[in-house]
T-cell receptor
Framework: DTGVSQNPRHKITKRGQNVTFRCDPI?????LYWYRQTLGQGPEFLTY????????KSRLLSDRFSAERPKGSFSTLEIQRTEQGDSAMYLC???????????FGPGTRLTVL | GEDVEQSLFLSVREGDSSVINCTYT??????LYWYKQEPGAGLQLLTY?????DMKQDQRLTVLLNKKDKHLSLRIADTQTGDSAIYFC??????????FGAGTRLAVHP
């Protein structure tokens, strides 16, 4: 499968724990995006990488959130001290930067108890 | 600021046409998109239109753009039960982040 992959697909954690998600983009895509989707809403932009550089961060990305893309390939999104409000689907997308080529992964569903 | 609005629900009879509407606020939007999301599945890009175009047709899908009113619509001809899903309108400036609406749930009944 040459699409965007995300791991894990599901994560259940207790409030206060740290979690880390991984995204593997399509191999030739230099741009990588993280979004968050809550029930009944559209995806909301969190952050954007071009190669290894993090070029934009949303106000939604509080200090408890950190994202990295160390070698310009896969990316990780870490949430520290999780809160119940962090429960959502976390989506990763990648593109080459041409219109219409932003492809989404299946998402990681986070449930914080 | 950037905002995209859609009606939340649409119900159509199988074989009829569906029209899903969207309004956006960012006048600098260069591309507008329609994505489809089925239960338990990821977001699937259906089609997109450049902001200097009025219309784009792709098989059963027709996108109409009224840039003056910042209004975008998606028409699905001969709607089938397999078209039942949530449809998201999204805008972008350049090739960066997408701003999505809340989605329109399309229900197709016999």
């Amino acid at each position: 499968d040459t699409g965007v992959s995300q791991n894990p697909r599901h994560k259940i954690t207790k409030r206060g724990q740290n979690v880390t998600f991984r995204c593997d983009p399509i191999s030739e895509h230099n741009r990588l995006y993280w979004y968050r989707q809550t029930l009944g809403q559209g995806p909301e932009f969190l952050t954007y990488f071009q190669n290894e550089a993090q070029l934009e961060k949303s106000r939604l990305l509080s200090d408890r959130f950190s994202a990295e893309r160390p070698k310009g390939s896969f990316s990780t999104l870490e949430i520290q001290r999780t809160e119940q409000g962090d429960s959502a689907m976390y989506l990763c997308a990648s593109s080459k930067g041409t219109p219409g080529d932003q492809f989404f992964g299946p998402g990681t569903r986070l449930t914080v108890l | 600021g950037e905002d995209v609005e859609q009606s939340l629900f649409l119900s159509v009879r199988e074989g009829d046409s569906s029209v899903i509407n969207c309004t956006y606020t960012d006048s600098s939007s260069t591309y507008l998109y329609w994505y489809k999301q089925e239960p338990g599945a990821g977001l699937q890009l259906l089609t997109y239109i450049f902001s200097n175009m009025d219309m784009k047709q792709d098989q059963r899908l027709t996108v109409l753009l009224n840039k003056k009113d910042k209004h975008l619509s998606l028409r699905i001809a001969d709607t089938q039960t397999g078209d039942s899903a949530i449809y998201f309108c999204a805008e972008s400036s350049g090739y960066n982040k997408l701003i999505f609406g809340a989605g329109t749930r399309l229900a197709v009944h016999p």
